[in-house]
């Protein structure tokens, strides 16, 4: 016979809610007691049977990672980062499928029946369409990437504004005053706040902020390097670029060697988000860590408590602070 959540409770001297909030990593659970269930569970070989538990309980226990799209402007780390994130939190309680928001013609196949919670990893406000499906389903769900108002959420971001002040920052402290932003894509929300960062940080130290050093990308290697040889055509070159992600940085790093620049010797470089690569480039880059397994093991937490406990009307709004990273890619002017 197999062991079930009730056996694992009568051992524990706990009831079967908080056997099933400590085997899906809840919060609510010390983590002593967390600990001792756990304990209880692997010594007992115990496997959550979802077919049986779908059947009484009506759940099927299917959680969804659902970004704005996975074809334009999600980048393998971000992409792999957000998945291990979630993944390392819900393990064997649910299984976790992922999918683009833009697969999707029409939402009629998103209840409630199909999926136990779902966690939006949003970047744009066209993804409101598909939150507000969410919310007038019942379904429970958390914003990730993005602070969304008017649907009774959670909202667990980074600081991205920021996180680009702070790098645009450290630019200028090296001795930089001619800075280009290279952007991400257009419409997305990280983008007009890395841009926001950007300017403030130019108007704190009184930099001239130049519309020719202002080139739209689109957060991959290609967008990087086009709008780095765009740069590279100025007749006044700027000495620093500030890219939007770390992608981006790679691409005009390619550009800039192609055109004969030495980096950072001849100009400086600098990403944003800290992806698994950065560190191992040649020059090493100077970037800025945004924190997404974080951010998505957080948002996997609070999604799992919310659909054990039921508080569909919970509101929050969380920041999750960057870190800069100073490596190789910039030099003092």
């Known amino acids: 016979m197999s062991v079930t959540i009730k056996d694992i409770a009568r051992l524990a001297n706990v009831s079967h809610t908080t056997v099933s909030r400590a085997l899906n990593e809840s919060p609510l659970i010390n983590r002593e007691t967390k600990e001792k269930i756990q304990e209880i569970a692997k010594r007992l070989h115990y496997t959550p049977n979802y077919s049986a538990k779908s059947l009484v309980l009506d759940r099927s226990y299917n959680l969804g990672l659902f970004f704005s799209t996975l074809n334009e ?3 393998a780390g ?4 957000s998945v291990r994130g979630v993944n390392n939190v819900v393990k064997g309680s649910y299984n976790l499928v992922v999918r683009g928001i833009d697969d999707y013609k029409d939402y009629n196949g998103i209840t409630r029946k199909s999926f136990d919670g779902v966690l939006v990893m949003s970047q744009s406000a066209r993804d409101d369409e598909f939150i507000r499906h969410l919310h007038e389903s019942g379904i429970p769900f958390v914003v990730l990437n993005r602070h969304v108002e008017g649907y009774g959420s959670v909202n667990i971001l980074s600081d991205d504004r920021q996180g680009a002040f702070q790098i645009v920052q450290f630019l200028i402290h090296q001795g930089h005053r001619r800075i280009a932003i290279i952007e991400g894509k257009a419409g997305f929300k990280s983008t007009q706040e890395r841009k926001k960062g950007y300017l403030e940080a130019m108007a704190e130290h009184d930099l001239q902020i130049r519309e020719e050093y202002q080139v739209q990308g689109s957060y991959d ?12 055509k100025l007749p006044e070159l700027p000495t620093a670029i500030f890219c939007s992600n770390d992608d981006m940085a790679v691409g005009a790093m390619k550009a800039a060697l192609e055109y004969g620049l030495k980096i950072p010797d001849d100009l400086s470089l600098a990403g944003f988000d800290d992806n698994l690569f950065s560190g191992y480039l040649s020059p090493a880059l100077t970037t800025i860590k945004r924190p997404v397994e974080q951010m998505s093991r957080k948002g996997a937490a609070v999604l799992v408590d919310l659909i054990e406990s039921k508080d569909l009307g919970k509101q929050d709004t969380v920041y999750l602070p960057t870190e800069l990273m100073i490596r190789d890619s910039v030099s003092r002017r």
């Open 73 to 75: 402007g999600t980048s």
């Open 78 to 81: 971000f992409f792999f980062e």
């Open 221 to 232: 290697l290609e967008s990087g390097y086009i709008r780095m040889k765009d740069l590279l």
